[in-house]
């Protein structure tokens, strides 16, 4: 039967390819990829050699129904994204929808991922009532008030269900998401820097900590970032009542002067 293939790519350490992509991606006539210099390297450093598509935001809309067309013509074709799994803040969803619009089959090869990475590295609480899920919100807005907005829109969600919140972040914007996180109520974070690649780096600290401790050094600004925002239970005995907004603040009161 016609088909995609999805394949998740490494997103640092090579090694990281599975069997199953290898195997795929060596079976094809062709792989779309979001920058041909990119992929031609990474397939070179698996032995590779296949001709690539380039599609990407700018020319996706003119080269999904050709690569359909293909698809339908017999042709054996993969879609892979720069790192990771296509379509997780990358490409990969318009040609996924507009193939299985189609009537033809999609199949995804797992590999992968910053986001799960991330949290598979932060201590997420497994298996607990509410701690288990997470909240994914890729990048931020790239301006300053509607990222803002858009953080805080973010963050309530993820509290109000006691979710995480993975964020992706390019490490030229991390000093001014510092500064914004800062503004807002204080919470757990872990920063997950390099992935599987060799200065892979780990830190968990509080939110308002977080511009104090990339200024203490140049070095920590370098690299790719995904964030893991944990949900703080409340804390009434430690909570600051200027940190609290009005209702809570009356709740605690009513609590405290019932003993509780
Ligand atoms: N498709 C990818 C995935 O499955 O995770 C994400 C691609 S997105 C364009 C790139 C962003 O993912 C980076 O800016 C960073 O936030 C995160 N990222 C990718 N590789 C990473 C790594 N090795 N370590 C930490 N974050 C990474």
């Known amino acids: 039967t016609h088909c995609l293939y999805v394949v998740a790519t490494p997103i640092g350490n090579r ?13 094809m006539d062709a792989i779309a990829c979001e920058d041909t210099r990119n992929s031609a390297n990474l397939l070179q450093s698996l032995g590779l050699h296949k001709p690539l598509v380039a599609v990407h935001e700018h020319n996706e809309h003119s080269q999904t129904p050709l690569l359909v067309a293909r698809l ?6 993969a879609c892979i994204s720069d790192a ?3 379509g997780i803040s990358d490409p990969g969803a318009h ?15 797992p590999g992968a991922c910053a986001a799960v990475t991330a949290l598979s590295a932060s201590g997420v609480p497994a298996g607990t009532a509410h701690a288990q899920g997470f909240v994914f919100a890729g990048f931020l807005p790239s301006k300053g008030r509607e990222r803002l907005t858009a953080l805080q829109a973010w963050i309530a969600q993820a509290q109000a269900a006691q979710h995480n919140l993975v964020i992706y972040e390019a490490p030229h914007r991390m000093a001014d998401l510092a500064r ?3 503004d807002l ?5 872990t920063l997950a820097r390099e992935l599987s690649k060799q200065f892979e780096h780990l830190h968990t600290l509080p939110s308002h900590d977080l511009a104090a401790w990339l200024a203490e050094d140049a070095q920590r600004l370098r690299g ?3 964030l893991v925002l944990h949900p703080s239970p409340v804390r009434a005995a430690t909570a ?3 940190d609290l907004d009005e209702a809570t603040r009356h709740t605690l009161t009513v609590l405290l002067d019932e003993g509780l």
């Open 15 to 27: 090694g990281d390819i599975s069997l199953r992509a290898w195997y795929t991606l060596s079976l």
């Open 224 to 226: 790719e970032f995904a």
């Open 180 to 182: 914004q996180l800062a």
């Open 240 to 242: 600051d009542a200027g």
């Open 185 to 189: 109520p204080p919470l757990t974070l």
């Open 84 to 86: 990771g799994t296509p």
């Open 95 to 109: 040609l996924v929808a507009a193939v299985r619009a189609a009537g033809l089959r999609i199949i995804p090869l």
């Open 72 to 77: 339908q013509a017999g042709e054996r074709i």
